[in-house]
């Protein structure tokens, strides 16, 4: 990672702070949607790590060896990507990609970008990016026989996926374990816990993100806490990287388009 730490006073941030509710819910309460009650728990602060310098209609997020990688739907069924470092200073873009919305994006240990079509309409699709070079998609995984409101994410632990879908951005969603090459492996269902925006793997536990929340879940998809984010605007796209012993979480907001830390690392 490049620049000062996460914690230095020279990183110019607004800081908020959240609790996590600690209540356990049964996998009957988590497919009926039912949220862990308010609960006195861990507090998190999250920190405006930078302002994204652009404008565009800002959606996915992925994180890299001190790099950040943000999706923008530019309309016409095609999205940007672009390479930020931890400063927001902007280091590569592509060219538009036919990813969809670029709804969520998710990078493996080879630094290819998984990149979710997304939307309440669209069928969901994972697109495949190869960075290296000038960045273009190089496979297509088809998950639209799981539904629309795709979300990606990289099961680094299994050398596979994770892949959100439902009807619509109201649910019922269906969140898919598969191998990389887009076989089901195993499944959960899950009720609707607010605007689909985000999603990650932390070791085994599932960060699912919507509006101003995210929700864990083991992999059975047993609600373990819930953690609101007391901030303003369109959540959108989450990212992680590993921290030690703990797990570093980044999130996005638009309007404006901006990226936070949460601290301390998640456990």
């Given at each position: 990672?490049?620049?000062?730490?996460?914690?230095?006073a020279?990183?110019?941030?607004?800081?908020v702070?959240g609790?996590?509710?600690?209540?356990t819910?049964?996998g009957?309460?988590?497919?009926?949607g039912?949220?862990?009650?308010a609960?006195?728990?861990?507090?998190f602060?999250?920190?405006?790590?930078?302002?994204?310098?652009?404008?565009?209609?800002m959606?996915?997020?992925?994180?890299r060896?001190?790099?950040?990688?943000?999706g923008?739907?530019?309309?016409?069924?095609?999205?940007?990507?672009?390479?930020?470092d931890?400063?927001?200073?902007?280091?590569k873009e592509?060219?538009?990609?036919?990813?969809?919305?670029?709804?969520?994006?998710?990078?493996?240990?080879?630094g290819?970008?998984?990149?979710a079509t997304?939307?309440?309409t669209?069928?969901?699709?994972?697109?495949?990016?190869?960075?290296?070079?000038?960045?273009?998609?190089?496979?297509?995984?088809?998950?639209g026989?799981?539904?629309?409101?795709?979300?990606?994410?990289?099961?680094?632990?299994?050398?596979g996926?994770?892949?959100?879908?439902?009807?619509?951005?109201?649910?019922?969603?269906?969140?898919?374990?598969?191998?990389?090459?887009?076989t089901?492996r195993?499944?959960?269902d899950?009720?609707y816990?607010?605007?689909?925006?985000?999603?990650?793997?932390?070791?085994?536990?599932?960060?699912?993100?919507?509006n101003?929340?995210?929700?864990?879940?083991?992999?059975?998809?047993?609600?373990?806490?819930?953690i609101?984010?007391?901030l303003?605007?369109?959540?959108?796209?989450?990212?992680?990287?590993?921290?030690?012993?703990?797990?570093?979480?980044?999130?996005?907001?638009?309007?404006p388009?901006?990226?936070?830390?949460?601290?301390?690392?998640?456990?």
């Open positions: 990672m490049h620049g000062p730490g996460l914690g230095e020279a990183l110019t941030r607004r800081r702070l609790f996590a509710g600690a209540a819910l049964a009957a309460a988590a497919l009926a039912a949220r862990p009650a609960a006195a728990g861990r507090s602060t999250f920190d405006l790590l930078f302002n994204v310098p652009h404008t565009d209609n959606q996915g997020l992925a994180y060896r001190g790099r950040f990688y943000v923008f739907d530019v309309g016409g069924g095609h999205g940007v990507i672009r390479e930020y931890r400063d927001g200073t902007t280091l592509s060219a538009p990609l036919a990813v969809g919305h670029a709804a969520e994006i998710s990078a493996d240990r080879d290819l970008l998984y990149v997304g939307g309440g669209n069928p969901t699709k994972v697109n495949v990016v190869d960075w290296s070079g000038e960045p273009e998609v190089v496979r297509t995984i088809d998950f026989a799981l539904g629309n409101s795709g979300l990606v994410a990289v099961d680094d632990r299994r050398d996926l994770l892949v959100h879908a439902g009807p619509g951005d109201q649910g019922p969603f269906v969140f898919a374990f598969t191998d990389l090459d887009g089901v195993s499944t959960f899950l009720g816990q607010g605007v689909p925006q985000g999603l990650e793997m932390a070791g085994d536990k599932v960060l699912y993100y919507t101003n929340a995210i929700t864990v879940l083991d992999r059975a998809g047993n609600i373990l806490e819930a609101p984010i007391p303003t605007g369109e959540s959108e796209g989450l990212a992680v990287a590993h921290a030690g012993r703990g797990t570093r979480v980044f999130f996005g907001y638009n309007k388009n901006r990226v936070y830390a949460m601290t301390p690392v998640f456990h």
